[in-house]
T-cell receptor, first 114, second 114 residues
């Protein structure tokens, strides 16, 4: 069974600092790796999707890397802003099923201090 | 509508009662997923529909849980004889390209069983 771990569980940073969020997964046979954002009481918003053949994806201030062999992904958020405060969830898609059975971590809860 | 719509947003019920949760996916999306998120945890996969049929229901915890999608659009998650442990946020997601496309989540239905 795929286990996804996210470290740290929670962090606070001053505005303007870069954020580094770590995700590890136990089974390297993944179809893709996705990062989501969740605001309190809300659903999930997809941020980045990295296919298993890719090493990274970028969108604006966000960059996600994937090292399948070591079972790791990192989400970088450059020049953090108070609006980046949220929980960030990492999810691995099993190789045999595509993304219909995502295994999620518990999330990184981020607070950006103005 | 523009996004995935879930109703009710909040449901409080007594132990032993029957509950229905509804999901209206993005128009034209053929794939629909149900996930369950307990407090402080990441979402857990419940069931995946491709069109009208349940392509994968292996995440349903027991036979008290059942889901339907009779016309390939709206889906209803049904929970019989609710237990306190069923309390969670039930998230619905849809995708345009089956099992490998980007997921779009609704805001969830928060179920509280007293």
């Amino acid at each position: 069974k795929q286990e996804v771990t996210q470290i740290p569980a929670a962090l606070s940073v001053p505005e303007g600092e870069n954020l580094v969020l770590n995700c590890s997964f136990t089974d390297s046979a993944i179809y893709n790796l996705q990062w989501f954002r969740q605001d309190p009481g809300k659903g999930l918003t997809s941020l980045l999707l990295i296919q298993s053949s890719q090493r990274e994806q970028t969108s604006g201030r966000l960059n996600a890397s994937l090292d399948k062999s070591s079972g790791r992904s990192t989400l970088y958020i450059a020049a953090s802003q108070p609006g980046d405060s949220a929980t960030y969830l990492c999810a691995a898609s099993p190789g045999a099923y595509g993304n219909n059975r995502l295994a999620f971590g518990k999330g990184n809860q981020v607070v950006v201090i103005p | 509508g523009a996004g995935v719509s879930q109703t009710p947003s909040n449901k409080v019920t007594e132990k032993g009662k029957y509950v229905e949760l509804r999901c209206d996916p993005i128009s034209g999306h053929t794939a629909l997923y149900w996930y369950r998120q307990s407090l402080g945890q990441g979402p857990e996969f419940l069931i995946y529909f491709q069109g009208t049929g349940a392509a994968d229901d292996s995440g349903l915890p027991n036979d008290r849980f059942f889901a339907v999608r009779p016309e390939g659009s709206v889906s209803t998650l049904k929970i019989q004889r609710t237990e306190r442990g069923d309390s969670a946020v039930y998230l619905c997601a849809s995708s345009s390209t089956g099992s490998t496309g980007e997921l779009f989540f609704g805001e969830g239905s928060r179920l509280t069983v007293l």
